[in-house]
T-cell receptor, first 113, second 113 residues
């Protein structure tokens, strides 16, 4: 079945460590997105990529990094510079940056101890 | 800039009660409007959408009408079930802003048997 796969589902890390969250899609979508979800705050855009080998900062990019070397993959690295990394992270994709429904993965919950 | 405002939750209802979740928006262009649903521990799924004024989106017994005059897109269901318990997000996509999605803060619905 086509869809978006995020891994791991749960991740625990010590303060000061970088962690990388995986996002893979087999929908042949050009555009991919990373959102952060905190209780009561809805979704905030971290980074997005409209096409392979290109990406742009969203509203809260500080302390995060991404790459888009392959169309199907858009990993997110949460660096030690991110002051409050404990959150639920959602990856999404759509056919192009301007068209199509937004499809979401099941999310990754990161807890920094 | 664009924004979406939803009523704060949680909304607690008994089974078979009538549901309304209010959503109002501010946008610079002519947005498309969406409702997404998030079941516990999962990503978001598109519930319904409307792309122009007076359109009504509907799915699984839920409905919402795009009201340009009141800049609203309230979600309604005539008879809720326990399985409808989830978090509901209102969102807009503005073609003047590259069709990026802006999400509301989410409203948690709890339906008791």
């Amino acid at each position: 079945d086509g869809g978006i796969t995020q891994s791991p589902k749960y991740l625990f890390r010590k303060e000061g460590q970088n962690v990388t969250l995986s996002c893979e899609q087999n929908l042949n979508h050009d555009a991919m997105y990373w959102y952060r979800q905190d209780p009561g705050q809805g979704l905030r855009l971290i980074y997005y990529s409209q096409i392979v080998n290109d990406f742009q900062k969203g509203d809260i990019a500080e302390g995060y990094s991404v790459s888009r070397e392959k169309k199907e993959s858009f990993p997110l690295t949460v660096t030690s510079a991110q002051k409050n990394p404990t959150a639920f992270y959602l990856c999404a994709s759509r056919l192009t940056a301007n068209t199509g429904e937004l499809f979401f993965g099941e999310g990754s919950r990161l807890t920094v101890l | 800039g664009n924004s979406v405002t939803q009523m704060e939750g949680p909304v607690t209802l008994s089974e078979e009660a009538f549901l309304t979740i209010n959503c109002t928006y501010t946008a610079t262009g002519y947005p498309s409007l969406f409702w997404y649903v998030q079941y516990p521990g999962e990503g978001l799924q598109l519930l319904l959408k409307a792309t122009k004024a007076d359109d009504k989106g509907s799915n699984k017994g839920f409905e919402a009408t795009y009201r340009k005059e009141t800049t609203s897109f309230h979600l309604e269901k005539g008879s809720v079930q326990v399985s409808d318990s989830a978090v509901y997000f209102c969102a807009l996509s503005d073609n003047n802003a590259g069709n990026m999605l802006t999400f509301g803060g989410g409203t948690r619905l709890m339906v008791k048997p």
